[in-house]
């Protein structure tokens, strides 16, 4: 049975987990991954799509920027955020995306089909504006289709997501470049908004001799050449320039067609290689040669490339980039002897199509920083035209500040009203570090070597189901934490006495205080407080009562109801389609949320939990089984019958094994007969 996430509230402002606050586009990763810790893979699609109309796209190739914020990857690993995106997203079918009406009678150009334009495009139908969208090639997705390798983002992949992006309403006009038959003025003339997001497609110059014999490549071109299935020339020992990802991808590209060997040349150390550091392993997996440390001085040859002359660098002060500046080591010359040159240390906007009507500077469009808006009024710009080559998820997010930018703009709305200001969890303590269980990341399965270089096929397979809810129930939901009503709390220390991870503290005033940086939200301490005084907003009683209202409702035709709570970090049961609440740990459940049930008029309840020695967090088992024998108590002595509540924990579960048990304990609980509550008129106050 499929179950909705609980009802939220909001005690005071509270801190937000580093993964959301690290996002460019803010999206819940907390929620979506909680949701697929529980199975609920549609719910989770919905609330990644709710920030990014990528899910697909940004699973492949996103810079991930949330997992290095992620709080788990201070006890060992962080949490594998994309892989999990991209499981969802591939797994959902035929998710459709809602079409809304047309609010305004403003129309909104944007020029440039790339992630930071169909992002804006989106982003401003959904706010109710008409959209059109123009793009100078023949298909639409910009570098994610043109500079992207198949081996990374397949391109049904990509074309899937478009589709889906225009399904909401956006007109398409392809063929459609900037230039004097299609000018700003007469876009402005009929549209009220632009958004430029052209990209940079112009590759740099590396400005030493021999640059113009044959066999010297562009990066971005030879990409786009083999994106495209043209025929390229290359050599069999190829030198590729630069470290960023256009560089690693092209190394990778050239072994896939063809050459022997590839040799990435980079002026500074691995760490300081703007590429990804996981294209940087596979590709070094594949037999990437990189020369770190090495600059190149010239290409050598007479009509085509023979070798390329370097130096190696040493690394010195930082210069203005915060990067350790390099500097050529005397007497270090060398020749690799190679027959091809991909030149990829960076790219940048071809400015000629504006024709000196916006404010170009060093080869990007100037903007302001707020506002996006260029010198040209109603005109605004981002992406890599504005700021330089980038990522994918720096290019969604600036489309959707543009979009935002472009909504104030036309409704005269404050900007700053339509931004959300976060402020993110600090770091783990150390000591909390030394309690929490340590859980290996789920490996990502992957191609073997032999078959990645036969063929553009994909790298990265993708989680299984049972892999990927085992991945997201590593999270450690941060930013779940329990708070304390200071006003109802009578200072017993319960909190104290029973919290594992050694949390609740008690102040001078003798009013327990929770240190929201290290509370895990485990719930212990909010079902044992005797005043009630502690709180877990994640987990809300009126929650659990609406969850139980709708199990007896969706049952009320049937003689016996059963309601069934189920541990979310037990795999199996949120795999299987059991009728249930799916629980972040049974510990979070109190005397009161166990008896609801009956109070309802439910016949039994069942409570599944993780076994004696695998509890997410350490004692929640234990505690839960200590409230059951009580709630036993209570039943009996309101002559129900302690047998009506059933508590069953495993500790190695296999599916067919515990499908059997739980069909074994439901019978013997239907032989109980209905609840004596059932012949009252109101259930236990």
Known sequence: MKTSSYLKTNLKERRDPPCRVACPIKTDVRRYVSFIAQGEFEEALKTIRETNPFPAVCGRICARPCESACRRGEVEEPIAIAGLKRFVADYVKNSIFPAPPIKYREKVAVVGSGPAGLACAYDLRMLGYEVTLYEAESSLGGMLRLGVPSYRLPRPVLEREVEEILGIGIEVKLNSPLNSSLSLEALLDEFHAIFIAVGAHQNLKLGIEGESLKGVLDG????????????????????????????????????????????????????????????????????????????????????????????????????????????????????????????????????????????????????????????????????????GPSNVIEAIAAGKRAALSIHSYLRG??????????????????????????????????????ERLKSFSEVELGYSKENAVKEAQRCMNCGSYAEVLSDLCIGCLTCVRVCPYQIPRVNEGGIAEINSRDCQGCGICVAECP?????????????????????????????????????????????????????????????????????????????????NNNCHFIHGNS???????????????????????????????????????????????????????????????
């Open 531 to 611: 005043a009630r005084a502690i709180v877990l907003p994640s987990f809300p009683d009126h929650g659990v009562t609406v969850e139980v209202k709708k199990i007896l409702q969706k049952n009320k035709e049937r003689e016996f109801q059963i309601v069934g709570f189920f541990c979310t970090f037990n795999s199996y049961a949120s795999l299987d389609s059991l009728q249930g609440i799916k629980i972040p740990c049974l510990g979070k459940l109190s005397i009161y949320q166990i008896l609801k049930p009956f109070h309802l008029k439910a016949d039994a309840v069942f409570l599944v939990g993780c076994g």
């Open 413 to 450: 709305i404050n900007l700053s009203s339509l931004l959300r200001t976060e402020k993110p969890l600090e770091s783990l303590s150390f000591s909390l570090k030394e309690k929490l269980k340590k859980k290996p990341r789920e490996l990502i399965p992957t191609l073997s070597l032999e």
């Open 220 to 387: 971005v071109r030879f990409l786009r050449k083999v994106n495209l299935g043209e025929e390229v020339e290359i050599g069999k020992k190829v030198a590729i320039v630069g470290g960023g990802n256009t560089a690693v991808d092209a190394a990778r590209t050239a072994l896939r067609v063809g050459a022997e060997s590839a040799f990435l040349l980079y002026r500074r150390s691995k760490e300081e290689m703007p590429a990804s550091k996981e294209e940087i392993k596979k590709a070094e997996e594949e037999g990437v040669n990189f020369n770190l440390l090495t600059s190149p001085l010239r290409i050598l040859g007479e009509k085509k490339v023979e070798g390329i002359e370097c130096i190696k660098m040493d690394l010195e002060a930082p210069d203005e980039s915060g990067r350790r500046r390099a500097v050529p080591r005397e007497g270090s010359e060398f020749v690799l002897p190679v027959d091809t040159v991909i030149v990829a240390i960076g790219h940048a906007l071809d400015p000629s199509f504006l024709h000196g009507k916006i404010e170009v500077k060093k080869g990007l469009i100037q903007v302001d920083p707020e506002t996006m808006m260029t010198s040209r009024l109603g005109v605004f710009a981002g992406g890599d035209a504005v700021t």
């Open 623 to 685: 505690r839960v089984f200590r409230r059951v024998e009580y709630v036993k108590k209570i039943l009996n002595d309101l002559g129900v019958g302690g047998e009506r509540l059933e508590i069953w924990n495993i500790d190695d579960p296999r599916g067919e094994v515990y499908q059997e048990k739980y069909e074994e304990v439901k019978g013997r609980l239907r032989g109980l007969g209905p609840s004596p509550l059932k012949a009252c008129e109101v259930g236990m106050s």
